[in-house]
């Protein structure tokens, strides 16, 4: 027996598939990747507009952590990282309660696990 979650998830995958049957082509990009946001100047009366990059901060969501050594490993948006691997050009280097220590370059980003009370502050925030 399946679940409904399972059902859905069938769903999409025989949807994308007959349409990429369909087209004869295949997907070109990730449809669930997010899409790089540009801004661009406002134009002025002399010089040409020129379009400039905002890379975001990278913020990603620590949902859980395994502390065991140098076996110890994070869980950062769903994804699984190990101690040494990079994501998103930022490199592992420490596992603590609740934290993780990235690097990339001379830059050290500490990540915390949201405690309860603090995602309902969030929600609440927003609404």
């Known amino acids: 027996m399946t679940t409904v979650s399972q059902?859905?998830?069938?769903?999409?995958?025989?949807?994308?598939?007959?349409?990429?049957?369909?087209?004869?082509?295949?997907?070109?990009?990730?449809p669930f990747a997010r899409p790089v946001l540009t801004v661009?100047?406002?134009?002025?009366?002399?010089?040409?507009?020129?379009?400039?990059?905002?890379?975001?901060?990278?913020?990603?969501?620590l949902i859980a952590v395994m502390v065991a050594g140098k076996?110890?490993?994070?869980n950062l948006d769903g994804?699984?990282?190990?101690?040494?691997?990079?994501?998103?050009?930022?490199?592992?280097?420490?596992v603590r309660e609740r934290e993780a220590i990235f690097t990339k370059g001379k830059q050290r980003i500490l990540l915390k696990m949201e405690t309860p009370m603090s995602r309902q502050n969030k929600e609440r925030a927003t609404e």
């Open 71 to 74: 076996n110890s490993l994070v």
């Open 40 to 61: 661009t100047a406002p134009k002025s009366s002399g010089a040409p507009a020129a379009a400039v990059e905002e890379t975001p901060p990278w913020a990603p969501n």
């Open 7 to 30: 059902r859905w998830a069938m769903l999409v995958l025989a949807v994308v598939s007959g349409h990429c049957a369909l087209a004869g082509t295949p997907l070109r990009h990730d």
């Open 79 to 94: 994804g699984i990282v190990a101690i040494g691997q990079e994501i998103d050009g930022y490199r592992l280097l420490q």
